[in-house]
């Protein structure tokens, strides 16, 4: 579907894999077409029992592309069809994060069940630097995952967070040296494939809960993103961005 994305198969685990490094793994709609679909196929293969994620160079994913992003309204419904689909997986999702994970790179960690990061990785969500709100249910899980008080530095103030705080605040299963980082993350995806496979679909669910709550906030972070991608506040800072000066907002009367 996309060369910047690659999908294989090991031992009964799908890899995910963003072939991107020269745009620090930046996502297209075709990219998340492909990663959506990989999910599908997992989810309706009973041979896949989990699916790694990684990411090719010294960034796991810098979040959307925005110059494919803002080209029209595919990249927003790819972006949010894949939400979805990550949200509602029903097998075990393994990660591994090495450097930069912006946006969603962040937002979906989230709804993975094992994450692994090395030293370097460094985890921002600049929603509302960019004038428009979180996604990926990240408003209600992140305060849950991490504390309210650094989910509100990461997504009030726009943050980075390292791989000790995301570490010691919930967010890693473990950090890994970066050498040993992607080979660590196979290893642990591949012993998942040798749990009794109902057993652990069946732990899985119950750890998750209820979703119901979940994605209705999915939805409604949707709705507001899409109306504040329309708003003044969002024109400026996507142009400030592509212009690479300060942004300038106007504070108006509510």
Known sequence: MTQDIELSENGGVLEIRIVRPGKKNALTASMYRAMTGGLADASARAEVGAVLFTGEGDAFCAGNDLA??????????????????????????VAAVQGLAVGVGTTMLFHCDLVYAAPDARFVM??????????????????????????????????PMTAETADRTGLLTEIVPADRLID??????????AKPPQALLATRRLMKGDQAALLDRI????????QAMQSAEAQEAFT????????VFRREPQ
């Open 68 to 93: 494919d992003f803002m080209s029209g309204p595919e990249g927003g419904a790819a972006a949010f069809e894949f939400i979805r689909a990550i949200a509602v997986f029903d097998k075990p999702i």
């Open 219 to 226: 939805d409604e972070e949707a709705r507001i993103f899409r």
């Open 240 to 247: 400030a961005f592509f212009e690479k000066r300060p942004p």
């Open 184 to 193: 660590h993350a196979r290893t642990k995806a591949a012993m998942l494939m």
């Open 126 to 159: 600049p929603f509302v630097n960019l004038g428009i709100v979180p996604e990926a249910g990240s408003s209600l899980l992140a305060p849950a995952t991490l504390g309210y008080a650094k989910a509100a530095a990461m997504l009030l103030l726009g943050e």
